[in-house]
């Protein structure tokens, strides 16, 4: 038996949707290793060449009156639809580049951040700055500060209190955001 050529089968398929199978069998496999190899995504290759079989499949009556088969039809459909994703992603870069600091920018704005805590800190009692740095920089809880300090739990919240609010004045006095 022969094999029926594109456009029998689109026309086929236009009374018996079922016959639209065929062009999938014939035309999925291509469009994607096309669109794979442009795109070097495989996941997008696949939904690009499922797209375009959608298009087709939905355009079948108008491309089976044409009589020119769908072969170019879907590569172009294919093309327009990898073009469409390259803008995507380029617009998206664009996007990320201009509303994302660097990962160099996030670092000089920490370490500025540092500065200012730091310079903040040395304002503070000795006391004050042993407890800040115990608590915040070494990560103890109340209770371990106190042991460390020989003080109580309620001393160290309230050395804590005293020196968060002359670290709080002096960023305030200096306009500094620490």
């Not at 370490?111 to 009692?125: F, G, P, R, S």
Request: with cysteine; charged share 30%.
């Amino acid at each position: 038996m022969e094999e029926k050529t594109e456009q029998q089968v689109l026309e086929e398929s236009v009374t018996d949707p079922g016959q639209f199978d065929e062009i999938v069998s014939r035309y999925y496999d291509p469009l994607f290793r096309y669109a794979s190899k442009t795109l070097g995504d495989a996941d997008l290759a696949g939904d690009i060449a499922e797209e375009a079989l959608l298009r087709c499949f939905e355009q079948r009556a108008k491309l089976a009156r044409a009589g020119k088969g769908c072969r170019s039809w879907l590569y172009r459909v294919a093309t327009n639809l990898m073009m469409s994703s390259f803008e995507a992603r380029a617009a998206a870069q664009r996007y990320v580049e201009r509303a994302a600091p660097s990962w160099s920018q996030l670092t000089e704005q920490a370490e500025n951040m540092t500065e200012q805590v730091l310079e903040a800190l040395a304002q503070c009692t000795p006391a004050e700055r042993v407890v800040v740095t115990l608590r915040y920089f070494e990560g103890m809880s109340d209770n371990e500060t106190a042991l460390a300090t020989g003080k109580t739990s309620a001393s160290v919240r309230v050395t804590l209190h005293r020196a968060l609010e002359h670290m709080r004045r002096f960023c305030t006095r200096e306009t500094r955001s620490c």
